[in-house]
């Protein structure tokens, strides 16, 4: 599976983003299977979770602590697509964010758990 992700850029400090995230490549499957998420990774620092959605059926999500409350994941399965919208941007959301997807995901935060990545978008918070 490929993903690739979209919309990054300069972000006045207040503002709204919102990332999109293309996959194509299925074999035998299909993306609705698949468990989502993104991540980020600032300027020296590690890469971590921002938020995850689970494979079709109940929709449930999850988001990091940083995030939570001012942002919302989601995905058209008929487009192959996921979104990520942060509102209320701070300088600590400058970060690449990356698009992450997995068919046996059980613990979202947990990047080993993702089979493909996509290639990053650079999100730049300005104050």
């Known amino acids: 599976v490929q993903l690739q992700a979209f919309g990054g850029g300069l972000v006045q400090a207040g503002g709204s983003l919102r990332l999109s995230c293309i996959a194509s490549g299925f074999f035998g499957d299909t993306f609705s299977m698949y468990v989502l998420a993104w991540f980020r990774q600032a300027p020296g620092k590690e890469r971590e979770f921002v938020a995850g959605i689970n494979a079709a059926g109940i929709v449930a999500t999850y988001y990091a602590d940083s995030v939570r409350g001012r942002s919302t994941i989601s995905r058209d399965n008929a487009r192959n697509t996921l979104y990520l919208q942060i509102n209320n941007v701070k300088a600590e959301d400058t970060a690449v964010y990356y698009c992450?997807?997995?068919?046996?995901?059980?613990?979202?935060?947990?990047?080993?758990?993702?089979?493909?990545w996509g290639q990053g978008t650079l999100v730049t918070v300005s104050s």
């Open positions: 992450a997807a997995g068919r046996t995901v059980l613990h979202f935060p947990e990047r080993s758990q993702y089979t493909s």
